[in-house]
């Protein structure tokens, strides 16, 4: 199987503000010919680390992909320190200087002398035309080895990539094709769910198994190559069916669905509505199924409750309720729940009342309580559960406790 690596430059995407997202989609593109990505690469604008990289790529892989650094200012070292390496000279291209020109000026501006800088290819490159932006890609073979270098705005590199490049590795990858899964899992610790399912997914070598926990679910990975696309489906679905069967109601996905959209699903099916009252998540249950498109079929609306007057006001839960039993209660959640749905005419009222600190806790009510509750035509009913992390972690699983308090009840 062939080796790539990516090389992502730019200073700026080391900073908190900016995110590589194009190693991301350049990974799922090489994968689905069979070529496995080894290393991804961040390196600032610094031509000494950038040349180290590229050094090391050049003995390891058999495609390296670069992105960034093919603007006119000075801190965009990338050709430079590519043709350094390669042993390649710069040459001023004036086609493309003339197509950088053209552009510049159909929008009605006049180009400057540093954007010469971006008709400069490396001798024996191919030219990547761009007809979304100024900078080309150029593309080398460099002793077997294919080099690539593309613009960084994603909206320039993807149908770049996808027009000069996945040509080339459909050939290189010798009618290699891989397939890949997405299974999730909410419910369950890590440790307990490799417990049931690492016997099954040891037997095999072909698919590829990942387990990888989330702030408040679990992802299974799964890989599978072969000399078809639909071959490497097969090899997928084999394992899955099989891990599937194991997993039962803890498997929500084996489409790399969000739990929202499985949820917004089963309610569309059946078509019922929904309606969310919450206290300690702030709506973040509400902004979670709001999210899927369409979710106006089944979502009726919500009421943030965050403050005792406002449950008894608007949810009717009264307040001797609340004195007696405390805000963070199940019966208040039970409540909560009834009162949504009675107030807003929905199928389903589902609640939030919880502790997400980091203040706030008792010894009988510790930082991380939470109750869940819900109610519909049939039975109305809560559960309590005391959630680890911070704040942020404790509201983002409360949201997915409700959201799945919502799909076990409806699973047939």
């Known amino acids: ?60 892989s058999d495609v390296i992909i670069s992105t960034g650094g093919l ?11 590519f043709a350094r390496v390669t042993g390649r000279q710069l040459k001023l291209d004036y086609e493309v200087l003339a197509g950088i020109r053209e552009r510049f000026a159909s929008r009605g501006y006049q180009m400057t002398p540093n954007n010469e800088r971006q008709a400069l290819i490396l001798v024996g490159g191919k030219v990547l035309a761009n007809p979304n932006g100024t900078a080309p890609g150029i593309k080398i073979d460099q002793e077997g080895k294919l080099i690539v270098l593309l613009p ?20 290189m990858s010798r009618g290699v094709r891989m397939a890949s899964r997405v299974l999730k899992v909410t419910g369950l610790g890590e440790s307990a769910l490799d417990d049931m399912i690492a016997p099954i997914y040891k037997e095999y070598t072909n698919p590829s198994t990942t387990v990888l926990f989330t702030d408040s679910e679990i ?20 394992l899955t069916d099989k891990l599937e069967e194991k997993l039962g109601y803890y498997l929500y996905s084996t489409t790399g669905e969000s739990l929202e959209e499985v949820v917004g699903h089963r309610l569309r099916l059946k078509q019922f509505t929904i309606a969310t009252a919450e206290s300690c998540t702030g709506g973040l249950v509400a902004e979670r199924i709001t999210r899927v498109p369409g979710s106006s079929d089944y979502f009726v609306g919500s009421v943030v409750s965050y403050t005792n007057e406002v449950k008894s006001r608007l949810l009717d839960v009264p307040e001797e309720m609340i004195e007696l039993h405390g805000a963070v209660s199940g019966e208040v959640a039970e409540a909560m729940a009834r009162g949504v749905k009675m107030r807003t005419g929905a199928t389903i009222g589902v609640s939030v009342t919880g502790t997400a600190g980091p203040g706030g806790g008792t010894d009988a009510v510790p930082v991380g309580t939470v109750y869940v509750g819900l109610s519909d035509d049939v039975v109305t009913s809560n559960r309590r559960l005391v959630l680890p992390g911070d704040r942020h972690l404790v509201r983002w699983r409360a949201s997915t406790a409700a959201l799945e308090m919502v799909r076990r009840r409806y699973l047939l």
């Open 1 to 60: 199987m062939l080796r790539a690596e990516i090389i992502a430059i730019g200073s700026e995407l080391l900073t908190p503000h900016r995110t590589d997202t194009n190693s991301l989609w350049l990974t799922e593109r090489l994968n689905s010919v069979g070529i496995e990505v080894q290393l991804k690469t961040v390196v600032g604008d610094d031509e000494a680390i950038l040349e180290e990289s590229l050094r090391d790529a050049l003995k390891r």
């Open 71 to 81: 603007g006119p200012t000075e801190d965009d070292i990338t050709r430079k320190v």
């Open 152 to 171: 960084g705005p994603p909206r320039e590199n993807q149908p770049m990539f996808d027009d000069y490049v996945m040509p080339d590795l459909e050939r």
């Open 219 to 238: 992802e299974i990975h799964l890989t599978g190559s072969a000399d078809t696309a639909a071959r490497a489906e097969e090899i997928v679905d084999e």
